[in-house]
Structure formats: structure tokens, C-alpha cells
């Protein structure tokens, strides 16, 4: 059974960092893409970041980019999240994904097959 649980969400300032991190289990995690989504209140789902198996290729979404780094460490079967300078538009639940197999940087949520329940970040003025 695939399993990915997010952790680390919390309510924390603007201007201030927060990490979350995602354990996935089921899967042979370094064989996958991994992304984080999210989506607010109101708003549609969006895409934040994604990492490649192997970790040498990261790609974001224009309005996280230069402010969240996307890891992972294949070993202990997570991927991260580092979220600096944090505003209160970042304020959304967020997801992560697996892209099973695939050594991609894709955006497009449809190639992402198995998702966590997502864990709560909220930013405050």
C-alpha cells in the first residue's frame, strides 16, 4: 500500500521560514519524481515545485521560485520542503506527489499518481 504523509505545517509569520517534509512508503521512492502542490483558500490547485529521482534537476512555480528549495534524501524515502521569506499568499494546504517512474520536471498534475492528505500551512500579516 502507498502511503505519503506530509508533516510540518503550522502557522507561522510573514517574512519567517518553514520546512515540511513528506515519507512515502509503498514505493521505490528513488525511482520517482516528487512534487509539492498546493491550493488555497478559493483557489485552484497549483503547482509549488518537483524534484527528479536522482535530485539533480529541480524545477518551481514562478511565484515560489527563488524563496522554496525542493529536496529529498532517497535513503530515508522523504522529500522536503524549505519555504523562506514566507507571505501570506503562501497560505494553502500542501500536497505532495509521487510521478511513479518517471525522471521528469513536469507541472501537469495528471501525471502524478499517488498523493498525500496534505499538511495546513498558514501565514499570518
Known amino acids: 500500500q502507498v502511503q505519503l504523509v506530509e508533516s510540518g505545517g503550522g502557522l507561522v509569520q510573514a517574512g519567517n521560514s518553514l520546512s515540511i517534509s513528506c515519507a512515502v512508503s509503498g514505493r521505490p521512492f528513488s525511482r520517482d519524481s516528487m512534487a509539492w502542490f498546493r491550493q488555497g483558500p478559493g483557489k485552484e490547485r497549483e503547482f509549488v515545485a518537483v524534484?527528479?529521482?536522482?535530485?539533480?534537476?529541480?524545477s518551481y512555480g514562478d511565484s515560489v521560485k527563488g524563496r522554496f528549495t525542493i529536496s529529498r534524501v532517497n535513503a530515508k524515502n522523504t522529500v522536503y520542503l524549505q519555504m523562506n521569506s514566507l507571505k501570506v499568499e503562501d497560505t494553502a494546504v500542501y500536497y505532495c506527489?509521487?510521478?511513479?517512474?518517471?525522471?521528469?520536471?513536469?507541472?501537469?498534475?495528471?501525471?502524478?499518481?499517488?498523493w498525500g492528505r496534505g499538511t495546513q500551512v498558514t501565514v499570518s500579516s
Open positions: 506527489a509521487t510521478n511513479p517512474y518517471r525522471d521528469s520536471t513536469t507541472t501537469n498534475p495528471a501525471f502524478y499518481i499517488y
Open positions: 524534484i527528479t529521482p536522482g535530485g539533480d534537476r529541480t
